[in-house]
């Protein structure tokens, strides 16, 4: 799957056109003039550094609100201003750098997203605050794709695997990393300091990348070659795009489609969405290539990408929110049991890298679902009130074993049969769905666990009443601990039914994730068997045979 590149329908810069030429030797490939891992590790620190922001601020909420005397409800518009520029730009990255030129716009996004973050650490209101959030996600929504086109473009075939191991590390390493570093930051320092550590990084990613990167020839000639600014196209996408991501964010906060204002967008967001797709597909020169997706290959790596993102970040909310929640641990020693996790990726990565040249890349995809889907449903047979801090790092490392196995091989997967000038779109588009499938995957946790606790606290409402002797038998027992300790009579009782209510409500929420792990497990175990349907190659060749 990484060896795809020499498989191309199109002639490589200096090769001869025409049939007449067959004795003239090929042009060599295209190299970089500085070490390409010199190259992968700026424009990786780059995305490192834009992922990181999609949730280092999650858990300075509270502080920003109260700093700058706003609601926890207002301040929630950090996030979602943030995330929906983000998701606007990120499909059309493709097209930008067509217009602009890679490298170019790889700067000004990094400029973009440098200054936008120095002003978000400044901002004296929630206003300017959510606004400097706009900009700074349209400048971040450049930097993944743009990254991993140029790891793609960097790189031989046969080394891609190690090259998108490396960018792995940011998509996935860097979320886990951000609330623990975020609260870290916020309790020792300020709010204003998660914007602030911007700085530096971004000024001196931006004067590596003027020194080392540059544009590979067939993306020098698509520069601004007679591009037109389809109007319709990006109208529709801001439109369906904004929509969507709004939704998605507010939508368990405003009941679903109980409210008029959730029910409006995903009309709104269905409409322009599927109108977008259609004028595309029809348009000359489109903002977003969907006829890309005539290749089934690529629409299946995506679709596995969109269903990655689901699982990360379902995975990455859970064990934090029911640790918080329920047992009462803070955002940092919740942080500290995802980092078992993290630290796990880091070493794994390069390993999948490495294994992507020697083994069929649908076999390790279906490996990674396979080991996702047990770790799920092992999950869902182990979570209770009692869980220990050492205990739930170890879930959480089995359940990022997979995710291993998955992110390197897909990415790979969605370039095999793309000619070299559409890296860019491709990368574009991959990181759109996966990117899209994390923000359905958090608002589809968040709407389980808040649905089936409901459920499954009616269920033993239902046998915690006085007519249950089980339930008389435990409130009379703690009443009769309550009076020793010092209580009076009436005080002791009311104090017994509060506890005993209490416990119901934990152990109706427990239940409730443990719903949501087994339905994870279920939607990993599908696609483990949708794996197969994916193409065959032929890793550590020189050229991709597929079959």
Not at 57 to 83: E, F, H, K, M, R
Not at 393 to 414: D, E, H, K, T, Y
Not at 457 to 478: I, K
Not at 480 to 509: I, T, W
Request: proline content about 5%; aromatic content about 12%; glycine content about 10%.
């Amino acid at each position: 799957m990484a060896n795809d590149a020499e498989d191309r329908s199109h002639p490589r810069a200096g090769d001869v056109a025409g049939g007449g030429a067959a004795s003239s030797p090929p042009a060599e490939p295209w190299r970089p003039k500085f070490n390409p891992w010199l190259i992968a590790v700026v424009v990786s620190l780059a995305a490192f550094m834009e992922v990181l922001d999609t949730s280092i601020a999650n858990v300075a909420l509270p502080y920003i609100a109260g700093s700058l005397g706003a609601s926890n409800d207002q301040s929630t518009w950090v996030l979602t201003s943030y995330l929906v520029s983000n998701a606007i730009v990120l499909p059309i990255s493709g097209w930008f750098s067509s217009v602009l030129g890679r490298k170019r716009f790889f700067m000004i996004c990094l400029t973009i997203f440098t200054f936008s973050s120095l002003l978000c650490g400044t901002a004296p209101s929630l206003a300017a605050i959510i606004l400097f959030r706009v900009l700074q996600g349209a400048g971040g929504g450049g930097l993944q794709p743009l990254a991993q086109a140029i790891l793609a473009d960097t790189f031989p075939p046969e080394k891609r695997g190690l090259a998108f191991a490396l960018y792995g590390v940011t998509a996935v390493v860097a979320p886990t990393i951000g609330p623990t570093l975020g609260g870290w930051i916020t309790d020792n320092y300020t709010w204003r300091w998660i914007f602030f550590i911007n700085l530096p990084v971004g000024i001196v990613t931006l004067f590596l990348v003027y020194r080392l990167i540059e544009d590979p020839p067939w993306v020098k000639r698509a520069k601004g070659a007679g591009i037109t600014i389809d109007y319709i196209g990006v109208a529709l996408l801001t439109l369906g795009v904004g929509a969507l991501q709004i939704m998605l964010d507010k939508g368990q906060e405003d009941d679903w489609f109980g409210s008029h204002f959730i029910l409006t967008l995903a009309i709104v967001a269905a409409v322009c969405l599927v109108s977008l797709v259609i004028w595309e597909w029809f348009h000359k020169t489109p903002i977003i290539e969907v006829q890309l997706f005539r290749n089934l290959n690529f629409l299946g790596a995506n679709v596995m990408l969109f269903m990655l993102g689901i699982m990360l970040f379902s995975s990455l909310v859970m064990m934090p929110l029911f640790l918080q929640t329920l047992l009462g641990y803070t955002s940092e020693s919740a942080g500290l049991v995802l980092s078992g996790g993290g630290l796990l990726l880091l070493f794994e990565m390069p390993i999948i890298g490495t294994l992507a040249s020697k083994i069929q890349a649908r076999y390790l995809i279906a490996f990674g679902w396979l080991a996702l889907s047990v770790a799920m449903l092992y999950s869902s047979r182990r979570l209770d009130l009692e869980i220990s801090f050492g205990f739930a790092s170890f879930l959480r490392v089995i359940q990022v074993v997979g995710l291993g196995f998955l992110f390197v091989p897909i990415n790979l997967a969605s370039y095999v049969g793309m000619p070299l000038e559409k890296s860019n779109s491709v990368a574009g588009i991959v990181n759109f769905m996966r990117n899209i499938g994390s923000s359905v995957g958090t608002s589809m946790v968040t709407t389980l666990i808040a649905r089936r606790s409901q459920v499954h606290q009616m269920y033993l409402a239902a046998h915690a009443g006085p007519g249950q002797p089980v339930f008389s038998q435990a409130v009379a027992a703690l009443t009769s601990r309550l009076f020793v300790a010092g209580f009076d009579a009436e005080l002791a009782g009311r104090k017994a039914y509060s506890l005993v209510y209490q416990s119901l409500v934990g152990q109706a929420s427990t239940l409730a994730y443990i719903d949501t792990y087994t339905i994870l497990g279920i939607g990993a175990a599908i696609m483990f068997v949708f794996s197969f349907a994916l193409r065959r190659n032929q890793p550590g060749a020189g050229r991709v045979s597929m079959e």
